[in-house]
């Protein structure tokens, strides 16, 4: 398997919010359900954890403009 690309910029500002949205569609009693996001963030096989811990609000945010 092939190491992930380097990511910089607007791609990796991407990344910040999927990797997001993944840990809130992840969560047992989330409301917010993204089975595409999730498959998405492990296929690019990426942890995202330099973005520091996990926060809600780009999962809020994008429920909020679908309502």
């Given amino acids: 398997m092939s ?3 380097e990511l ?3 791609p990796e500002t991407a ?3 999927l990797r997001n949205r993944v840990s809130e ?3 047992p009693d989330t409301p917010f359900s993204d089975p595409v996001a999730v ?3 492990d296929a690019l096989g ?3 954890d330099r973005f520091g811990p996990p926060s809600q609000s780009h999962a809020l ?3 909020a403009s679908t309502a």
Avoid: D, Q
């Fill in 39 to 41: 498959a998405l963030f």
């Fill in 46 to 48: 990426r942890p995202g």
């Fill in 61 to 63: 945010r994008a429920a």
């Fill in 15 to 17: 990344l910040w919010t």
């Fill in 8 to 10: 910089s910029g607007v």
């Fill in 25 to 27: 569609a992840r969560r």
């Fill in 3 to 5: 190491a992930p690309p």
